[in-house]
């Protein structure tokens, strides 16, 4: 551990530790990942699900031939998450801590994979530093308690790089590495399409590196193979591409979207993070500059990690709109190497590091608090609106929800996910329920379409759930309802909604 005025030599890429040094290594990381999952798992019961995690839950909850389906036609590049999903419901159910559980796994499995990644470049402290900072990244900590796949694309990224380090560390490495390469990137572009640039970042460290440039020819096979592997749901991507056409309007690459939403949550942390990484590229310029190798270091590495994969996707954006912030979570990991790399550059003044150390978990503390927060997904009141219905409706009384909201922050989503407080309710409105739907939602009838098929004949009581526009709720139905003789009694106010409750003399 040395300053940045003294970068310190590294052994030589293709010299592996004895194997008896891998086995404290080996626990090292088992023990940072337990850790990193009990960080992400606790409290991640008390949000709300939203809109996402109802597609990943409803996709979970629809028989296997209808999610088949529905895959035919959207979610394509979910459809390994939902599958796994599924299998994981059937055994264990799908409330809020369940469905969040395998997230916080995954987020455990990318900490030691960092672990290991570190302590095969240096010493066990260095590596548990950096496994410490992979448990704590706001990035990670939000996708390890939240119902979809960025989580696995983190631990798959992680375990790719694992595979390519080992790979690396050997003057002849045997050709089960290069399958075990191959087979990984093929798993993770079936999990998230985008980690197919993870091929690249790989290839681009065995290039500017002279000692393993020799493996090239190797990479190319092995990429193509997992690439191919993969091909059939790159091609229902391509032809699901206007799915994500909604990002076209809206403008996400900014300077917060890519310096702090993207793995850093909060200013105060993008700051630490940021000064830390910057301290790592002055490392490697100064090391550059004394004529000492910067190819196969692991800092080097980390930054292909960090900057290509999410470069190509924040340049290609102005004409693909294909970035959002979430994306970048499989190159979070990267970033908490980075930044134990950048207190490792601190560590001949002890006290600057602990410092770093210390203020890190203090800035990292109150994002990981909000981040467990009852409304901290999207706003998401669902857990309001089903206690609410749950202590007040009587058997009999009907519910409509708002249907004039995009599908995913429709209140309706809230019995979808959660039909159990919802027993004492007639659902008016239900036109075809998720599990019939060739999409992953429900439909609704009209407050007027329902009414003709007879859905409110001797219902003397109507909760309307609406979606708040600021601070006035919608008026969804309420015309509809009114036409039909019923009046506003009663309305309770929550966080992103509103509970009307209408009778009728």
């Excluded at 407050?447 to 526009?469: I, K, N, P």
């Amino acid at each position: 551990m040395t300053s940045v005025a003294e970068p310190e030599s590294r052994a030589p890429l293709t010299s592996p530790r004895p194997v008896g040094a891998r086995r404290p290594l080996a626990w090292a990381a088992v023990l940072v990942g337990l850790i990193a999952m009990c960080v992400s798992l606790i409290g991640s019961w008390i949000p709300s699900l939203w809109g996402d995690e109802a597609a990943s839950v409803l996709s979970a909850l629809r028989p296997p031939e209808s999610l088949l389906a529905m895959l035919g036609h959207i979610d394509a590049v979910h459809g390994a998450y939902y599958l796994g999903l599924q299998l994981w419901v059937d055994l264990f159910g799908a409330d809020p801590f369940a469905v969040r559980f395998p997230s916080a796994v995954a987020v455990g499995v990318a900490a030691g994979a960092v672990t290991w990644i570190c302590g095969r470049f240096d010493s066990l402290r260095f590596a548990v530093v950096a496994g410490f900072f992979s448990a704590i990244l706001p990035r990670l900590t939000y996708a390890g308690e939240e119902a979809r796949a960025y989580a696995f694309d983190a631990a798959i990224a992680a375990l790719l790089v694992v595979v390519a380090v080992e790979i690396m560390r050997r003057p002849a490495p045997p050709r089960r590495w290069w399958a075990a390469y191959g087979a990984v990137l093929a798993v993770g572009i079936y999990t998230f399409l985008y980690l197919a640039l993870m091929a690249l970042v790989v290839g681009l460290a065995l290039a500017v590196d002279r000692r393993n440039r020799s493996q090239l020819v190797r990479w190319l096979v092995a990429s193509a193979a997992g690439v191919a592997a993969a091909s059939p749901v790159i091609v229902l991507a391509l032809l699901q591409r206007r799915q994500i056409a909604f990002l076209e309007h809206r403008d996400r690459v900014n300077p917060s979207a890519v310096l702090v939403k993207m793995w850093f949550g909060a200013v105060p942390f993008a700051i630490i993070a940021w000064t830390l990484i910057v301290l790592v590229v002055v490392g490697l310029v100064v090391r550059a500059r004394r004529s000492r190798p910067v190819a196969g270091t692991l800092e080097a590495l980390a930054l292909l990690w960090l900057v290509v994969p999410m470069g190509i996707l924040i340049a290609a954006n102005p004409i693909a709109a294909i970035f959002t912030p979430r994306y970048g979570t499989f190159s979070a990991p990267a970033a908490a190497i980075l930044m134990a790399c950048g207190v490792r550059l601190l560590a001949r003044r002890r006290w600057a590091a602990a410092v770093v150390l210390a203020a890190t978990v203090v800035a990292a503390a109150p994002i990981w608090v909000g981040q467990r927060e009852p409304w901290a997904k999207n706003r998401s009141d669902w857990n309001e609106i089903a206690a609410t219905i749950d202590a007040r409706a009587r058997p009999g009384d009907a519910i409509v929800f708002d249907d004039s909201v995009r599908p995913s922050r429709r209140p309706r989503l809230a019995l979808d996910t959660n039909p159990d407080p919802f027993h004492a309710v007639i659902d008016a409105t239900l036109k075809t329920s998720y599990a019939d739907s060739g999409s992953w939602h429900s439909s609704d009838y009209s407050v007027a379409e329902a009414a003709s098929l007879g859905r409110f004949t001797d219902v003397d009581r109507v909760w309307v759930v609406e979606y708040m526009v600021g601070a006035e709720p919608n008026v969804y139905g309420i015309a509809e309802l009114e036409a039909l003789g019923y009046q506003q009694v009663d309305a309770v106010r929550l966080h992103s909604t509103a509970v009307l409750l209408f009778t009728r003399p």
